[in-house]
């Protein structure tokens, strides 16, 4: 008997857990069915009982600082018809034949088959040939929207503002940065259908608008950013050169003003069947691209130098021509050597040997510091994707030989945008920014979204020795190799650079990279701007006579645009007096320099020979004592 009782109460306790067990199940799976599915049953339910047409949500538009539109949309429509939402199958297909010129016999037939639920009749219409087939107002003919992105003025700021695919995602540039806030969200249109798709006669269509997104304002100006484009261009023809790109940025904000480049494409024809071409082309050269930057790199070490007290202006330095640095010989640009000279001559000749002597008294450590604070060693922060960062020797591993080079752009490479932001706070007051391309971002209705503002990331050198930077570098531009990119009437700051380029290791023969940086004004800079031509194939290469006479150029038209009038002094007007450029060839190398040194023209020289072999400008040119000259005893 007990043993009865045992078994019977195993059994109805088994039973019990099991109906427990089996209600659990069941209460767990209603609440996932009503709560975690609900979502999904919903949406399959309305899927099953409506038609809907995907309503394209516009992108949101790209200003330039005073508002001109860099990209915009244009909307476009795909015309459908449903088989069994027709009330009049031969009204439907003859009007929409005529005003789309398609075949009426197929269409019609299409309709009467019954075969498709949705017949696509046409894509991309336009929107007035839309709203004339809406105003028929014909029973089963539906519209969705697209939004295309159009750019207005093509292959302009191509790198920077950057383009979509084919679903208006962004995928480089402004586009693809911003993706978040100028991407909107779509919208529908939902009509009540019985389970073939029949419209029902009492069933709701409910509209839900798409979201545009929001707008971008850039920091660019468009007028500057057309006066870069135009040099940049004229530069690359003129020099047969593999590539030529600009920048001008606000030197006491970090607001990019303009920034351009070749080569370049159409942004509304991007090269996307020519997946080199356009990886190549796609990137900013001067944010994502390196180069030894050559003499424009001495502003650094000569900004450290004087913030360390290893020189001042009347220092003296001899130039034979070399300097031997542990046993190796690194050669002055001009072989023949610049003799005796002050610290400031230095600068305005840009003898190599002034810039060796300069990092050996700073020291590796020392340097090093100053490169941080000239924030070389880490990326700008720009917005925008893709920066690269400079290459550098490891501290540890940099032997005397090497600082010797860096200290005058050798054996260090760094992006343009880079080593500009570092020359910017040398001439600003030793303020460290940030550039940036985006001032700020609204949505459809005017609300702010993001608004950037300037940011100083750190001091590099101090006020003084900023100013006596300044000073150095606008006599560079009076005096020295910088004296094409002056312009009458402004004081203009500037360096020029020379850099050969290097393949497998080796300096590749021929190949150079000619720059310019510049600053007005120069005694309170408030534009700072970059030249860079690379590779110029004519055989001029120097950034004296390549780069500083587009970055005068720029400079004229920028002062013409923003209406900034000139301050003639008694020199301008001498500077702009023509006179012939004499005839040297044939005559010592001494003695070409003598006549030019008489002229006061600045000039570059190349070459081991004795006599002048060529000479530009050519004999009986018209010149000014603002003309750059170049001679070769080769």
Known sequence: MNNFNFYFKRRLMTVVLMTVFIFAALIVRLCYVQVIMSADLQARALDQWTRDLELDAERGKIYDRNGVTLAENSTKYTVYVRPNAVTDAELVARTLADDLDVDYAELIAEIK?????????????????????????????????????????????TQIIGFVNSDGSGQSGTELYYDKYLTGTDGKSLAETDLIGRLLSKGATTYIP???????????????????????????????????????????????????????YDLNNVPRDDLAELFETSKSALISGVFEPGSTFKILTAAAALEEGVVDENKLFNCPGYRI??????????????????????????????????????????????????????????????????????????????????????????????????????????KVLTPYLVSSIFDANGMLALKNYPKIKGTSVSERTSALMRKYLESVVKNGGGKAAGVSGYNIGGKTGTAQKYKNGAIAQGKYISSFVGFYPADAPEYVMMFIVDE???????????????AGKIFSSMFNYLGIAPNFSESDFADMIEFEMPDLRGMTYYDAEAVLKSLKIFYESDGGGEYVTYQLPAAGSKITLKSAAYISTD
């Open 113 to 157: 088959a019954h075969k498709k639920s949705e017949i696509t009749v046409a894509k991309n219409v336009g929107r007035y040939v839309m709203l004339d087939i809406m105003s028929s107002e014909l029973d089963g003919v539906y519209f969705s929207s697209k939004n295309n992105r159009v750019y207005p003025y093509g292959n302009f700021l």
């Open 210 to 264: 798409p979201v545009a997104g929001m707008n971008v304002n850039l920091t660019v100006d468009y007028r500057v950013q057309s006066i870069v484009e135009s040099a940049v261009s004229a530069a690359a023809a003129e020099h047969k050169a593999k590539g030529v790109s600009a920048i001008v940025m606000n030197a006491g904000t970090g607001e990019i003003l303009a920034m351009a480049q070749y080569p370049s």
């Open 536 to 550: 110029p194939g004519t055989g001029v290469y120097y950034g004296s006579l390549v780069a500083a006479p587009y």
């Open 325 to 430: 640095v542990d046993g190796q010989k690194i050669k002055c640009w001009k072989t023949k050597g610049h003799g005796m000279q002050t610290f400031l001559e230095g600068i305005q000749n840009s003898c190599n040997c002034v810039f060796m002597d300069c990092v050996q008294a700073l020291g590796t450590e020392r340097f090093y510091k100053y490169l941080k604070k000239f924030g070389i060693t880490e990326r700008t922060g720009i917005d925008i994707k893709g920066e690269a960062s400079a290459l550098m020797i490891a501290e540890s591993d940099v032997k005397v030989v090497d600082l010797a080079r860096i200290g005058f752009g050798q054996a260090i490479a760094m992006t343009p945008i880079e080593l500009l932001n570092g020359i910017t706070s040398v001439i600003n007051g030793g």
